[in-house]
């Protein structure tokens, strides 16, 4: 996957590019991560990205020129990429506050594309004549103002690589055993046995995976009724789970 990110702070972006699976991915040629400065697409001495806002107003808002060419540019990056760069194939995404909230769902859904091209705002915010004629999507990662769409970027970033095929190898392998669609994780446990007085709980030593994978699932449901009754509700289990919850029904109380 290909992904352009248009941001006046390219060096932060090293966090997900030389760092952890995503850094993995990269150097794996799975991912392409481009950061493209729009202050290289300016044409004044002191390369202005920014400016007075009008009406009046405290701080700075950023200039839909030299954004655009960056967009373009970074479109013209992608195409050579092999990447189709119509909306459909390759989104302009402005993260801010504004947006739709990401979530799993979100995250799925944005795997299917070839590239996408990822726009950060600074200062109080972007001309909104630019996001009208350039952006297709906006998205949110949760109701709090940050500084600016950098980090959200790299979240977003993060949450679809880590989907991608091939990226997370038996760590996703075992995640897709424990029914973690839609439900909170189980608790972990590794050595030692014992910490600070508190043991593990035995099933887990057992060897009996079948026992293991249904007290996984049972802490699961246990955790999502506690701490997130709103995606309990929402919780709809395929074949496996409903047949699982009813012969657990009284453990899940
Ligand atoms: N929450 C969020 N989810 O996505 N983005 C955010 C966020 O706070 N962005 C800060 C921001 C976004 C645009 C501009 Cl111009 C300045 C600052």
Redesign the pocket.
Known sequence: MYFAVITILPEMFTAVSEFGITGRAVQNKQVTIECINPRDFTTDNYRRIDERPFGGGPGMV?MAEPLAKAIEYAKSQASQHGCATDAAHCPVIY???Q?GTLNETKVMALRQYDAMILLC??????DERLLQRYVDME????D??????EL?AMVLMDSVIRRLPDVMGDAKSAEQDSFVEGLLDCPHYTKPHEFEGLTVPEVLLSGHHANIAKWRFVEQVKRTKQRRPDLWQQFTPNAEQARLLKKVKDEIK
Do not use: K
Not at 121 to 126: D, L, P, S, T
Not at 139 to 142: D, E, L, N, V
Not at 144 to 149: A, E, I, R, S
């Open positions: 950023m993260l801010s506050p947006g705002g600074r200062y109080e915010g972007i998205i949110s990662i949760g709090f103002v940050l500084t600016g769409g959200p």
